[in-house]
């Protein structure tokens, strides 16, 4: 199915082991989000890559870094797990700015022990 | 003040009711305006969006967009137990900035 793809779906890591989050579309939409969801904290916007070669910071980027790899794909990396990074992390993309909305990817939820 | 608020619930309404969800923005220029149903444990999903003032109907879904109150609302009718979730209002601001997305709302439908 078209879509945005995510990998792994779940995720157990002891504090400061590192990993990657990855996520691939092929809707040859041009940008691409990383968002963390936390209950009562709704969807937080960690990074974005707006065309293929550019990211920018979110709102909440600290302890977290990305690579958009080609237009299709946009990796989510921890470099050392804390217990505070806990939470559900959705890749998204859009084309045109997002003028017409986002797509989700499934998810992905990560526990940090 | 954030830019995008929604009551954030619970709203429990009765199989066959009508459930109204609301949504205000701070950004005038504010271009498209989106709802997304998400279900427990599920990623969001784009069930509506509008671009211009009026109201857009697709099935049991309405949504009402009035630019000059600044608010978004949506309406489902004949509201069925499956309609169970959360329901995010999102707002694109316009000026190649992201969307914005309101805190969600929890709909309970009660058979």
């Known amino acids: 199915n078209a879509g945005v793809t995510q990998t792994p779906k779940f995720q157990v890591l002891k504090t400061g082991q590192s990993m990657t989050l990855q996520c691939a579309q092929d809707m040859n939409h041009n940008s691409m989000y990383w968002y963390r969801q936390d209950p009562g904290m709704g969807l937080r916007l960690i990074y974005y890559s707006a065309s293929e070669g550019t990211t920018d910071k979110g709102e909440v980027p600290n302890g977290y870094n990305v690579s958009r790899l080609n237009k299709r794909e946009f990796s989510l990396r921890l470099e050392s797990a804390a217990p505070s990074q806990t939470s559900v992390y959705f890749c998204?993309?859009?084309?045109?700015?997002?003028?017409?909305?986002?797509?989700f990817g499934s998810g992905t939820r990560l526990t940090v022990v | 003040q954030k830019e995008v608020e929604q009551n954030s619930g619970p709203l429990s309404v009765p199989e066959g009711a009508i459930a109204s969800l609301n949504c205000t923005y701070s950004?005038?220029?504010?271009?498209?305006f989106f709802w997304y149903r998400q279900y427990s444990g599920k990623s969001p999903e784009l069930i509506m969006s509008?671009?211009?003032?009026g109201d857009k109907e697709d099935g049991r879904f309405t949504a009402q967009l009035n630019k000059a109150s600044q608010y978004v609302s949506l309406l489902i009718r004949d509201s069925q137990p499956s309609d169970s979730a959360t329901y995010l209002c999102?707002?694109?601001?316009?000026?190649?900035?992201?969307?914005?997305f309101g805190s969600g709302t929890q709909l309970t439908v009660l058979p």
């Open positions: 509008i671009y211009s003032n």
């Open positions: 999102a707002v694109n601001p316009g000026s190649a900035r992201q969307l914005t």
């Open positions: 998204a993309s859009s084309g045109n700015t997002g003028f017409y909305g986002y797509t």
């Open positions: 950004d005038r220029g504010s271009q498209s």
